[in-house]
């Protein structure tokens, strides 16, 4: 017998197949039986891991696309609500434009005007009711503020809310806003804008210039900002101021202009604030004692040379604790502070000290442009050795510095990083007279973009200006490279509301939003959107905002918020009646010597424009003409000086056209030209009675008419009906805005359904089990069973003894 | 030659006959028994004698009784028993982690996943609403749950696997101590091996059991010359003659969690598990479960971490008077210090040279957290720190030796902690007024060192910057904590871009720092207004619900590689791989069983066939024989009586 006998098939044997076989069977049955009680094919991951991978991302998909489809349904019903409510603005306004166009004729009578005014302050309440309006527990024109954004107080109606878009996700990577900004949809708020515009108001030199209009507005008010020239023959040039009179209204540049100022020459003064460069804050504590003008912390040796120039320090402890000074040199070497101006008492080891100010983010730099950073090569000399810093981590200026200085430290390179003395730019020094070269590395432009790519080998690579912009957290004493803000205050007017803000305690910009709206005037501090200087957000419907000098200080100048005539809108002359102009010349000048000059006012938008048309007009830029206009803004008035030859003549100015210009400006007048010799003829205006900032809102334009109605006033009801028209163009922007919002949901929308039917089928022919493939399989898998157990039943049964006899 | 002779060799025919008969008997008997090897009488004719020229036979003798048996296929046979235990076990644990992992029905972790930040979405929309920041609270709690259960699940499915590990070695021991009686009464029966086959039977039971050993633990064996069989586990004996060596577990710790090893009582030495259940069992708990939970953890951690970036630097609608870390570290040592290994290390002695000139001891009793490399993710203890060369000593190797230039961080946080800064935002609750304060969290290791924030500097340039308005200090149990010096005032933070608020779980989503341990923060659920939909004190800033919706897709984890829902999936293909992996190697093992059960049931089995067959021609046979011994006896009749 051979030892493996193919062929020889034992009891146990057939046993053992026909169980392995039954055994397949059912636990095939049993899959399919599960499979199609569950309704899927993939009952374990196991069955088909590729599957289950795929399905799980696809139910993914499908999750994501219902939350998304969820999100569009809310802000479409949410955008609905907002264009339902300002459709119904829009109506009130009709309807208070109506009564202001029928009580403005002379048919309307006191007793009509008043019963006319109670319904308009009923239209205001229902409008702050509209304003007000609520979608699942959010304010539509609220921003993201929580309450009421729009309340009645002070005689206006105050925005409590703010201007933030609610940001909603429709897809991955597509947000938009839900919301419409109380800006774009009722027009509330305005903003108070830096600015110092101005015109020459005598003949300078080229290294000066005057303006009178600018007398009194403080000490160096505008020391560190470009003054740029509007017209003339220096138009377009730019100075820095290094001095200001405020008892003449002199400016003194850095260096002359091209030619002498004649007067009449128009000028901005560039409110650029400018900060410097800053590591940020520090806290710690005198670790050796010192005189009062300097302080030593070992803590801060390293930090880079001149890292904390121009921020103030606080003293926390010792003889000077509560005192502050400006710190306007810092030796990284040894960790000594230098002030400007010296403590009042010598330092102990263990004073503890703050310096509270936000780092310069690398986002702040260029002009707000920001700078992203890849890694420099720094040399020590042409062909010395080097060091490769990446700057790729680094956030702000801090993390600049330190590693630069990290980089040298673990290179042993003798150069030291700092910042200029200037404060806009970086330093590097060598610390044994070598020479240094920076080189971009990896193909990147890190060096250059910060300004301290080099040309040759130089002793020291001062660093070019970083122009970085203001932060909540930028310290006043860094405002105009170092110079910074007075901080003697402000004095705010608005409406009935009034207050004085003094920023004695105000280390930061925060700080002086904190106060100004701890000053209780409805007026809130922002930084401009350019980064460069600060606005005031006037947030009363129907209210002035005014913003003046306090104390013979300069903070309101320095800021660009001091309130004067030249700043104002022409349509906020005369009560808001505007200036009416007429097609064509609007007045005629007569000068002394009987010659006369033409004046067109269309288009000249403010009091500037209109003493630049004028002054224009005069040609005297080119000529040395003898005239030229200004503002008095004591008086708040235009003048008029024609300082030319005589001739004999009255120096005039009348209307031209049927044009009302000359009367609204008050200046429609006649200077009699006295016998004998008068250089100086001064025509001086009537004073105009002009708002201060108000909004343009749908409060501010029915407010206006309930006042004009109550004071009887046809010429100011005729004018809030031009504003009521006005505002309700805002109104149908808004709506606007939100339907085309509202549209655009509507394509997401259908986009996102789209997706989710085509994920839905992709999943279930994934994971859903295919049952008329299940229920062949079945069948087939109970017929091979059944054939199992029936030829099992044969094949155990039979056997030799069953025919033994 | 005579007639007598002849009786007697009938005779012959008639015991043999009968032997074979009985033999028969048995096999039929024994058609069923597991492991029964059928036997077979050896007939030989007994030698003639010689007549004249002629050689006259004088019968059958019965040679011996015969298992029918391949030796090299028994051992074959055990082989694949040993295979097919550990792939069995093996594969029983995966259907356990599927089933654990009942997502691809549509509840599970998945779900939960997808329900938290789609609350997250809701919220977003109405970030004012109680409800939906307790919805979105009652979500983050359910994640959290899922996470638990699967991980304390895999946990109490180590423990049972650890149990069933000490009752197989106590079955190998019945099993090994059995074997050894068995080969002690084979020799008696044999006398060691004068007569090889008396011992059939035993020798039948001696190899089921050896069959059910090799179930357990994967075995050599060596037959002697005496009958005995020696059983090797590895290179050691189980089973020498007719002594076994007793067999016990020890336990170890692997990547921390209990493995209990089976190893030999009397010397210590672990038993070398080649194959067999225990070889199965050991596998699961060291590897497929801890590779699971590792994943699993990993996934976790994610969550807690992005979710906890987002909550601990936005506002709630209430800010704080009062908050302390879920999280304590050594007050004085260095939040996070980053260093990369020089040189190869050997064993728990570590150096980095750009650890070198801190002073000695400052990294004493913080742990390593390996960033990169084949230990990622892995922590150690440091012991000992020497800052002259910056080596550091840890409690414990690492599986897989440190590379030159792996990196790592030194810390006590939890989670990782980068150099950065974040706000401490300071409200006075009556006027409404913000104050911020930037603290430094520096991490950059600048020179001179050590130079790094700590605990305590943190809370000493909060005191510096903010102490008029909030005092903080660390606890003695090295937490941080923030309080407001007046009752108007209160405190949030924001913009933090070191994550240490994360890290250290000041105000945090979830505490805990794995999936055992995920949950809710206890004052966030008490206080669902401290939840943070927005990064201002604005109500309806919705900024943070936002982030907190888009951490579902962006791509924080694997090294910025993939999002939750990737790992998730990753995961889960990953197991269902694992799993059709590890059954498709049981169901081909079955296979191979199978088929060599064929081969040795078609040698040794018993065909009843063929009995029948071996009967009917051995009562021929005996009928025959009989028949010759009447005709013998017919002659003999004749010749006594005819005489």
Redesign the interface.
Known sequence: MSLNPIGRTTNALSRDAILQGLFRSQSSLLLIQEQLAAGKRLVRPSVDPTGTSLALGYRGRIGRNEAYGRNVADATARLGHADAALGTVSDLLDSARTIALAQATGTATAATRLGAATEVGAMIDQLIALANTRFEGRAVFGGAAGGAPFVSTAGGVAFAGDLAAIQRSFGDALAAADNVAATNALGATALLEAEATGSATAATGAGTLTDSSFAGHGTDAYAGFDLVVRTGPNAGLSRRITAFSSATGTFTFASAFPAAFAGGEGFDVRMDLDPTLTRGGKAGAATAASGPGTLVSTALAGDGDNAYNSLELRVLTGANAGAVRQVTDFDSATGTLTFGTPFGAAFAAGDQFEIRAAATQLGQLRGGLGVSLGSVRVQDGVGGPSAVVDLSAAKDIGDVLDSFNNAFATSGLPIRAGLNAAGNGLELTHTAAGTIVVSEEGGGNSAALLGILTAGSPLVVTGSDLDPVLSQGTQLAQLRGGLGLDKTGLAITNGTLAGTVSLASAFTIEDLANLVRGAGVQAAVEIAPDGRSLSLRQILSGSDLRVTNTGGGETASTLGWLDSLRRKDAAQLNAGSGVLTSAGPDLRITTKTGATFDVDLDGATTVAAIVDRINTAAGNVSLGSPVIAFTDESTAALVLQDRGADGGSDFSVTALGGSFAADMLGIAKTVTNPAGVDPVLTLTGDPLAADGLRDASVFTALLQLRDALTSNDPSRIAAAADRIAAARTTVLDGRAEAGARARHLELTKNRLEDETVTFQGLLSETEDVDLAEAATKLTQEQTVLQASLASAAKILQTTLFDYLG | MSLFTNLNLGLTALTAQQAAVQTTGHNISN??TPGYARQRVDLAAIEGQRYGNAFLGRGVAIGSVRR?L?GSLEGRLRDSTSQLGAANTRSAT??RL??L?N????QGL?SAL?SF??AA??L??????AAARGSLIEEGAALADAFRQIATNIVADRDSLNQQVRSGVEEVNRLASEIARLNRDIVASEGGGASPNAANDLRDRRGALLRELAQKVAIRTVETSTGAVNVLAGSEFLVLEGTSAAVTTVAETDRGSRVDVPAFAATGTKLALGGGELAGLVESVKKDLPAFLDDLNDLARGVIYEVNRVQSTGTG?VRFSSLVSNFGVPANAPLSTAGAVTGTPGGTTVRAADLAGYPDDTFNGLEVVVRTGANAGQRRKVLDFDGASGTMVLDRAFDVPFAAGDAFDVTALPFAAK???FDLRVTNET????????I?VDL?????LP?DSTLATIA??IN??A?SMVTASVTADGRLQITANSPGTRFSFAND?SAFLAAIGMNSFFSGRDALTIAVDGQLAADPARLSA?F?N??????AA?AM??I??AKTLLGGTASV?DY???L??????K??EA?DRAESQSYLE?QL???R???S??????E??NL?THQRAYQAAARFIATVDTLLDTLINQL
């Open positions: 058609a069923t029918v391949d995966f259907a599927e089933a992992f997502d691809v029905t549509g998945s997808d930040f789609a979405e809701t977003a929309a109405r970030p004012a609403d609608l150099d950065g800064s006027t409404g007024a913000v104050t911020t304060f930037n430094e950059d290791k600048s020179l001179p130079s000493a340039e510096a910057e102490g871009t927005g201002t604005a109500a309806n800033d919705n900024g936002q919706a888009a579902r897709s829902e998730y999936r990753g889960a293909g990953a197991l269902g791989t799993s059709a059954s199978a059960e064929a081969e049931e078609r040698l089995g018993v065909n009843l066939d063929e029948a067959v009917l």
